[in-house]
């Protein structure tokens, strides 16, 4: 294999064959392919594509570069969830300890957030004592003990994913759809599961601004999962505002203990609902959505949501206690309200700006190193297809620093569009792969 060759070929438009592909990610994984090698290869991959055929190889090698978790011992059906990530997105913190209180076994692996997206890791770091360095034996007996462990993304999982993602990161190849799908996929593929449900998610606050574009992800990456002996089912749903009212760690969290607890808002609790019902029919507990909804209605009714959420905290060193006090979770100094500058009807919202403000307030990361302000962020009051007056409150801020606070206020001013006369809600869930 020589890289030249492959990289001359990939940029007249030709094919890389599946011995050519595996030999190039295992010589960059090992350090025999230099990065500026690599780096030309990508953009050439960004104009010209991967084939279907070469985005399996590719997804294939990456998650065969590491460790590839057996599960089989863990004692029960595997899922995973995963998420395009977006703006105010609490789903997995409702979501995992939900079903798992329905008797799937849920092994999580999730990421930090960077940009203006949040991660499910930082959320969870607001708990008190909440860890996620768990070792891969901790993290399957705590998969078999409780039904759920959520850890960070290990070095020993798809390695070469993380070296060519912090490549493609610097080198402006991220946002190609089959790079994208081999890089999610070969985490996932490797991570274990018999299950993986994915929410690809759609608008202005996503990775994908563009419905079509956000549909080819997803059929793209189900069809990877698939051709690696997986179970995969997917919805596309909406972020071209965000989900639920509250943006931001610790805001969150205590958002999605409301939802546990039967008391959150209607959007985030729709979304569990379906993917939850993606995942108990997936996996055989349910035998249809109607039966799942039932279940997983019944497992917030009864307390046993709340009570699994409660036990997996405690089993990753985090304080129990803080689920019923949700006022031991970091806290802001300053609360401020942004109020509306006219009347109407919110037509639409700059999502990406939303996430854009939190992150002025601190609470989300400039560069990988950047220290997050777990207590800061946004509650909405209102949202689109809302009716605005004249000095009404559209959202507080939650700020520890009075100059961030003015700087996210200006960039929170700019979110909202506004109609005269009524507006539609949009619909939350766009696609949903069983139907
Ligand atoms: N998330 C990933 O894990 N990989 C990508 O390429 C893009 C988003």
């Known amino acids: ?56 190889d590719m997804t294939t090698a990456m998650a065969y570069s590491g460790e590839v978790l057996d599960l089989s011992d863990v004692g029960g059906v595997t899922a995973d969830k995963h998420s395009t990530g977006g703006v105010g997105d609490k789903t997995s913190l409702v979501l995992a300890p939900l079903v798992a209180s329905c008797g799937i076994k849920v092994a999580k692996m999730s990421g930090r957030g960077l940009g203006h997206t949040g991660g499910t890791i930082d959320k969870l770091e607001s708990i008190p004592g909440f860890h996620t360095e768990l070792s891969m034996d901790e993290f399957k007996d705590n998969v078999r003990n409780h039904g759920i462990a959520l850890m960070g993304q290990s070095a020993k999982i798809a390695p070469a994913d993380k070296l060519l993602y912090a490549l493609r990161d610097v080198t ?45 992800l997803a059929t793209k990456m189900a069809w990877l999962g698939k051709r690696a002996g997986k179970k995969v089912e997917y919805v596309i749903s909406d972020m071209d505002q965000p989900l639920g009212n509250m943006v931001g760690n610790a805001l969150e969290v205590k958002e999605a203990i409301d939802t546990l607890n039967g008391k959150g808002p209607d959007d985030l609790k729709q979304l569990c609902i379906t993917l939850g019902g993606l995942m108990l029919t997936g996996t055989g507990f349910a035998k249809d959505m109607d039966e799942a909804a039932d279940m997983l209605n019944d497992a917030i009714d009864s307390g046993r949501a709340i009570g699994k959420f409660k036990e997996f905290i405690k089993a990753q060193g985090g304080l129990p206690e803080a689920i019923d006090n949700p006022e031991m979770l970091p806290e802001s100094t300053l ?39 777990l207590s800061v962020g946004i509650e909405l009051k209102k949202k689109v297809s809302d009716e605005v007056k004249e000095g009404d409150v559209l959202a507080y801020l939650y700020a520890n620093d009075k100059e961030k606070l003015e700087d996210a206020r200006e960039k929170l001013m700019e979110v909202y569009e506004y109609s005269a006369t009524p507006v539609e809600k949009p619909e939350l869930i766009k696609f949903i792969s069983r139907d």
């Open 1 to 56: 294999m020589n890289m030249y060759d492959l990289i001359l070929r990939k940029r007249e438009g030709g094919t890389i064959d599946t011995k050519e592909m595996y030999d190039m990610i295992v010589d960059y994984t090992n350090g025999r392919i230099p990065d500026y090698q690599m780096s030309a290869f990508l953009m050439a991959v960004y104009f010209k594509g991967l084939s279907d055929p070469e985005t399996l």
């Open 172 to 216: 402006a190849t991220v946002d190609n759809i089959s790079l994208i799908a081999a890089s999610i996929m070969s985490k996932k593929i490797a991570a274990g599961t018999d299950l993986i449900v994915l929410d690809v998610k759609t608008g202005s606050g996503a990775f994908m601004k563009k419905y079509e574009d956000s549909m080819e």
């Open 335 to 373: 609360i401020e309200p942004l109020y509306a500058t006219q009347s109407g009807y919110i037509k639409h919202m700059d999502c990406e700006k939303v996430g854009l403000a939190c992150l002025a307030l601190g609470g989300g990361r400039f560069t990988k190193e950047s220290v997050i302000d």
